[in-house]
């Protein structure tokens, strides 16, 4: 089961920020946050990923809660190619120090002209 | 540069008929692989992973197998395939703990 909650989609305009929540609340002490990104019909890319300090690259920013039951992640300028199905995801470990990826249903996040 | 090559983007076969699905990966050695399934409008779920040459962890019991016969090498099959076997089909690799990289998938219809 997903260990995380999204809004199933959202809308933003292009050249705006776009916000993405993301709700973790069962998330353990040494459980990562992974975001990727999956433009229809190609294989998942990823965004970032952050541990409780907020992280940013050149794609984007996240930001975890101080309980760390939450995050949010941005696109700073949102463009047109921006729009994809964006996953929150937690990890899980596995044997041999190897980590699963919990994957939910994600946002469908529209970037409209 | 790395990159992971994963063949044929799709594929139609009749039920009862076998399936091998091939991935491969380029530029890093001793790759953790993975093999995940997507349903249409739903997340990726874990069938397979694979911590080095011959060694396959399987997560969901069903028709499926894989085989990992080289450090770079990933396969998927099946000996009869089922009408619930249709779907996305994505491979993966990872160095560890970090990031994963995917393929562009296959996209399997079982008629």
């Known amino acids: 089961d997903a260990k995380t909650t999204q809004p199933p989609s959202m809308d933003c305009a292009e050249g705006r920020a776009a916000n993405l929540p993301c709700n973790h609340s069962?998330?353990?002490?040494?459980?990562?946050v992974y975001w990727y990104r999956q433009i229809h019909s190609q294989g998942p890319q990823y965004i970032i990923h952050?541990?409780?300090?907020?992280e940013t690259n050149e794609m984007a920013s996240l930001i975890i809660t101080e309980d760390r039951k939450s995050s949010t992640l941005i696109l700073p300028h949102a463009t047109l190619r921006d729009t994809a199905v964006y996953y929150c995801?937690?990890?899980?470990?596995?044997?041999?120090?190897?980590?699963?990826?919990?994957w939910g249903a994600g946002t469908k996040l529209i970037i409209k002209p | 540069s790395q990159t992971i090559h994963q063949w044929p983007a799709t594929l139609v076969q009749p039920v009862g008929s076998p399936l091998s699905l091939e991935c491969t990966v380029e530029g890093t050695s001793n790759p953790n692989l993975y093999w995940y399934r997507q349903a249409a409008g739903r997340g990726l779920q874990l069938l397979f992973y694979?911590?080095?040459?011959?060694?396959i962890s399987s997560e969901v019991p069903q028709n499926l197998s894989a085989s990992r016969p080289q450090d770079r090498q990933f396969i998927l099959s099946s000996k009869k395939l089922l009408l619930s076997d249709s779907g996305f089909y994505l491979c993966?690799?990872?160095?560890?703990?970090?990031?994963?990289?995917f393929g562009q998938g296959t996209r399997l219809t079982v008629v």
């Open positions: 995801i937690v990890s899980r470990r596995l044997m041999d120090s190897n980590y699963q990826l919990i």
């Open positions: 952050g541990l409780k300090n907020n």
């Open positions: 694979s911590v080095g040459i011959g060694q």
């Open positions: 993966a690799w990872s160095a560890g703990g970090s990031e994963a990289f």
């Open positions: 069962t998330i353990s002490g040494n459980e990562y």
